[in-house]
């Protein structure tokens, strides 16, 4: 019944990513079709990796809000994020806030960290006027395309992510955290093994432990889930980079990523890295009141720079957690520096 309400095809012609919906009669009412909708997110969203939702009719904030939290799963808070966004209704927050002219590198949403969404979703409410368009991988080529031997050192070595907070330069811990209470902050990296340190000046910094790989619940794939290439210093522009270290040295840099032991990432091997990401990118432009649900794991997204009001707005669900397995062995971060 659902492939005879909509047209259902391939947005690109380099691959399955993504799906394109849309439905047969313009006039069709999302309330109406919900049910088939959701049936058809079901039968192909982990073989696709992303679905588009295009010409349904969704307007707004709270339409868009009712359409993503209709699928089983309750939307979720914006928890130990890292980058800048604001909240517009409850669950639903800006696209990240970076200036229109910064590309934002292919990454699966909060990949640095033990804790993530398993579905993501965005939502156009006014286009670019040129550019932003939004970028796409499949997490599984990825994946296989990342030479066995740099899989093999980056699983072996482990990964590490640093972060200092605020201090004019990143998002605040109080805005990260959603407390104004350091003894939540501290409860909150207690129970997931991350190091928190308070520094002289009021500051946070935190170190974790998380997973290069990891291998999804449902399809049990192997995918590249990791953000070295993102939180790395060397992927900054050489002008920040350098006034960044000039300002705050190595040690208080907004982020960064070392190996578990604390030794540093060979360049070469995260330019290679980067490589197979822009290899395997796929981009598309965004039309008005256009939806986008990809399924976290399987499909990491990104954003070309853009001019005009461009306008996207985010929702998460369906918490998924490694913690107690995966990159710390049972080994508390703590013991291991």
Not at 190 to 212: F, H
Not at 281 to 287: G, L, P, T
């Amino acid at each position: 019944m659902g492939s005879q309400r909509f047209r259902i095809t391939h947005l690109s012609d380099v691959g399955d990513l993504p799906l394109l919906i849309e439905p047969r009669d313009p006039g069709l009412a999302i309330t109406e079709a919900f049910p088939d909708i959701r049936t058809c997110v079901a039968e192909n969203l982990h073989s696709s990796g992303g679905v588009l939702f295009r010409g349904f009719g969704i307007e707004g904030p709270s339409e868009f809000h009712d359409f993503a939290a209709g699928f089983n799963h309750p939307l979720l808070a914006y928890d130990f994020g890292s980058t800048p966004r604001s909240s517009v209704i409850d669950g639903i927050y800006t696209s990240t806030e970076y200036p229109a002219s910064q590309h934002i590198p292919l990454h699966n949403e909060q990949s640095y960290t033990r804790e993530w969404v398993m579905k993501l979703w965005f939502y156009c409410m006014t286009p670019a006027l040129t550019g932003g368009d939004t970028l796409v991988a499949d997490s599984r080529q990825i994946f296989r395309l990342v030479r066995p031997a740099i899989r093999d050192r980056f699983i072996s070595k482990g990964l590490m992510y640093v972060r200092n907070y605020g201090n004019g330069l990143d998002v605040p811990w109080q805005k990260v955290f959603n407390t104004t209470e350091p003894r939540k902050v501290e409860a909150y990296c207690a129970a997931r093994d991350i190091i928190c340190e308070w520094k002289a000046n009021g500051e946070l910094r935190t170190r974790q432990l998380s997973q290069v790989v990891e291998r999804h619940p449902t399809t049990g794939d192997e995918v590249w889930f990791n953000q070295a290439h993102l939180f790395h210093i060397s992927g900054l522009e050489s002008s920040v980079r350098e006034l960044l270290l000039d300002i705050v040295g190595t040690e208080d840099l907004p982020r960064n990523v070392y190996y578990a032991d604390n030794s540093p990432i060979e360049l070469d091997i995260l330019e290679e890295i980067r490589s197979v990401l822009n290899e395997t990118a796929i981009r598309f432009s965004w039309q008005a009141d256009d939806v986008l649900l990809i399924d976290n794991m399987l499909t990491a997204h990104g954003r070309t720079p853009f001019t005009g009001n461009r306008k996207v707005l985010v929702a998460m669900s369906e918490a998924h957690s490694n913690l107690g397995s995966g990159p710390n062995n049972g080994i508390p971060l703590s013991r291991r520096l």
